[in-house]
């Protein structure tokens, strides 16, 4: 019997307009009123899932940024697997040498140094990966993270990386993917630096403990929950160590074959409410 489920955001429990369907809403509801804990497993900072949350009326715990992160569903943060500053300027060093744009995550938010850059990838690689959406809705997208305070801009990187602020991972884009793969190889020559991916044109650079299977872990665990009683659902790699641990592992249809070769089961495409699909599948069972 399932108890616990764990939802990636982007690319399963948001379509390609960035919202959560009404069925998946009302799956969400039915589980929670039936005693199952539901929780959000993303790549996305704490203040970027709460805005997408409270737009759709969810109040849920969060483990965010990979697993840096675990908060409460009022928003305390509860366990936190910070990047060291020494591994983090190391990769950045290797970023800035490539000419690759990245951004940071922290505890207090995410920062960027280039606002028209950071724009113009986001769009270009978003694009490329939903082409049935205008490039007039993506660009609207794209800016509102900076119009809602949820990406700051700043001159420099460097007070930062020399432990200004407490880091939770490195977020890079680049929009040739050949590229993106060369670059990858260097950074996994990176002692304790955990490398993964969580969408098409980019790389996620956290602490080796900074995973969506450990942080899951410890949340089922300090509420008496068995692994093997949980249900997680995802599309991309970064969600591949959640798969790893749970008794039920569900990707989404538009996850690539080879993640869900590594899953239990598959449900519908994000766009056809797949989480929802799966959700109540796992409550009929």
């Not at 007039?136 to 700043?154: C, D, F, N, P, T």
């Not at 890079?172 to 991916?197: A, G, M, N, R, W």
């Amino acid at each position: 019997m399932i108890k616990c489920i764990a939802s990636d955001m982007d690319g399963t429990l948001l379509n390609s307009k960035q919202e959560v369907s009404e069925k998946n809403l009302e799956a969400i509801q039915k589980a929670l009123n039936s005693g199952v804990e539901v929780v959000i497993a993303t790549g996305r900072s704490y203040e970027e899932a709460m805005s997408v949350l409270q737009e759709s009326g969810l109040q849920l715990p969060l483990i965010c940024a990979n697993g840096a992160e675990i908060r409460t569903k009022e928003g305390e943060i509860v366990k936190a697997h910070p990047l060291d500053h020494k591994i983090a300027k190391q990769a950045a060093d290797v970023l800035n040498q490539e000419g690759v744009y990245y951004e940071i995550y922290t505890s207090e938010g995410t920062y960027t140094v280039d606002y028209d850059k950071g724009v113009e990838i986001i769009i270009d690689i978003f694009t490329t990966a939903n082409p049935e959406l205008s490039r007039e809705l993506v660009e609207e997208e794209a800016q509102h993270r900076y119009e809602k305070g949820l990406v700051h801009i700043v001159d420099s990187y460097e007070p930062i990386l020399n432990g200004e602020k407490t880091i939770y991972k490195l977020l890079v884009f680049h929009k040739d993917h050949s590229f993106l793969d060369e670059v990858e190889q260097k950074l996994k020559q990176i002692d304790h630096l955990e490398v993964t991916s969580s969408a098409f044109g980019n790389l996620e650079l956290m602490n080796t403990q900074s995973q969506k299977g450990i942080a899951l872990a410890e949340f089922v665990e300090e509420r008496g929950i068995a692994l093997q009683d949980t249900m997680a659902v995802g599309d991309n790699y970064n969600d591949l160590s959640m798969f790893r641990v749970v008794g039920r592992s569900v990707a989404m249809g538009n996850a690539n074959e080879d993640i869900k070769e590594q899953c239990t089961h598959v449900t519908l495409r994000n766009d056809e409410s797949g989480v929802g699909e799966a959700i109540l599948k796992a409550l009929a069972e």
